[in-house]
C-alpha cells in the first residue's frame, strides 16, 4: 500500500473481524468509532461508500448509496470532533459527480455543483465530512474521476467487452469522462496528507480528461482489439436508467487546478501511459 510506502504507519477500520494489530472492527450505521482507531493518529482517510455504478439506482439502492457514505463520513467527523487533541487532517473521497453533466464547460474546483442524485449525494457527503473544521481540523475532499483500475471500478468491467473485441464508445461519445490512475489516485491522497495548503474540494483527476469516443478509441489500441460496437443511448437508459443517465452518458470535464496549484505532479497525465501502466501492457519497443 502506497501510505506503508511511504513511512506512514496505518490502521484500517474494516467491518469485519479484526485480521491483526492494525485493524479495528466499526460498525458505522452504529455511528462509533473505537477510540483506540483514532488515539493519537496525525490523519484520518474516508473512501467508504457502495459503489455508485454497481446496477440501477433503485429506491432501496439510494438508500444504500446514501448511507454507507453519511453514515461512516458523520461517524468519523463526530468521533475527530471530540478528541482532545484531534489530528491535522481528515481527507475524504468525493467524486466529480459533484458537477453533473455539463457539457464541455471545464470544471475547476470553484464550479457549482450539477444537477440530479449523485450532485446532491456528493455535496451532502462533503458537507457532513467539513464538519470537522469546526474543530480546527483541516478537512479535504478529493473529488475523484474515474479511477482506472484492472482490479474494480469502470475500467474492469470494460475490459473484457473490450477483451472480446466487443467494445464501443457510449451514445455519441462526445461526453466528457475525468479519470485518473490508480497510482496518482493514492498520490493524491498521500500528497494531500503532507501539504498544509491542500484543503477544501480538490479535483483528483488527471489534467487530461477525455471524451467517451478518445477513452473507447485508446482503450481498444491498447488492447489491440477493434472498438466497432457504439451502445445506443436509448440501450443504457433501459438497463441503467437514472445511473446510466447521470454516470455512463454524463459529460464532466473536471480540471486538478487546485492539486495542480500545491504542487501535485501527475505520474500519468496522459491517458495511453496511465492504460498501459494499469493493463501492464508497455508500448512496443520501449
Ligand atoms: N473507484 C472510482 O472510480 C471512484 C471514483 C469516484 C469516487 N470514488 C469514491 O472513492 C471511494 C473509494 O472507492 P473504491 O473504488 O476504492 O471503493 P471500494 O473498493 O468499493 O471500497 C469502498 C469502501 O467502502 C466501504 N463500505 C462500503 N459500504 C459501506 C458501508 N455500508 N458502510 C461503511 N463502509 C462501507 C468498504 O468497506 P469494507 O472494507 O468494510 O467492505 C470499502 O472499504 C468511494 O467512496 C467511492 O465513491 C471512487
Redesign the pocket.
Known amino acids: 500500500m502506497r501510505l506503508n510506502a511511504e513511512g506512514w504507519d496505518v490502521r484500517r477500520l ?3 473481524p479484526a485480521a491483526g494489530p492494525d485493524e479495528f472492527t466499526w460498525d ?2 452504529g455511528g462509533e468509532v473505537p477510540a483506540a482507531a483514532l488515539a493519537g493518529v496525525t490523519a484520518v482517510i474516508n ?6 455504478a454497481a446496477g440501477r439506482w433503485t429506491e432501496p439502492r439510494r438508500r ?1 448509496l446514501r ?3 453519511m ?2 463520513t458523520r461517524a468519523l467527523a463526530r468521533a475527530i470532533g471530540g478528541m482532545p487533541r484531534p489530528p491535522e487532517v481528515f481527507a475524504c ?5 459533484f458537477y453533473g453533466d455539463r457539457g464541455n464547460l471545464v470544471l475547476g474546483e470553484d464550479a457549482s455543483r450539477g444537477e440530479g442524485f449523485l450532485s446532491e449525494l456528493t455535496a451532502e457527503w462533503e458537507q457532513a465530512g467539513a464538519a470537522v473544521e469546526a474543530s480546527g481540523v483541516r478537512w479535504a475532499a478529493l473529488r ?4 482506472l ?1 484492472p482490479e ?3 475500467l474492469a468491467r470494460l475490459l473484457p467487452i473490450f477483451r472480446l473485441g466487443l467494445g464501443g464508445r457510449l451514445a455519441t461519445g462526445k461526453q466528457w469522462m475525468s479519470w485518473i490512475s490508480r497510482e496518482d489516485a493514492a498520490a493524491a491522497f498521500v500528497h494531500v496528507l503532507a501539504t498544509p495548503s491542500c484543503r477544501g474540494p480538490l479535483n483528483a483527476c488527471s489534467p487530461g480528461p477525455v471524451t467517451n469516443a478518445d477513452f473507447t478509441r485508446l482503450l481498444g489500441f491498447v488492447l489491440r482489439r477493434p472498438v466497432a460496437f457504439p451502445v445506443p443511448a436509448f440501450a443504457l437508459r433501459l438497463g441503467f436508467g437514472r445511473m446510466a443517465e447521470e454516470t455512463l452518458l454524463a459529460s464532466t470535464r473536471a480540471i486538478p487546478r487546485a492539486l495542480s496549484a500545491t504542487g501535485f505532479r501527475f505520474g500519468q497525465p496522459g491517458l495511453e501511459a496511465a492504460l498501459r501502466l494499469e493493463l501492464g501492457r508497455p508500448r512496443v519497443g520501449s
Request: proline content about 7%.
Open positions: 474494516v467491518r469485519r458505522p450505521a473512501l467508504a461508500g457502495e459503489n455508485i444504500v448511507s454507507s457514505r453514515e461512516p473521497a468525493s467524486a466529480v459527480g475523484l474521476g474515474v479511477v483500475s474494480g471500478g469502470a
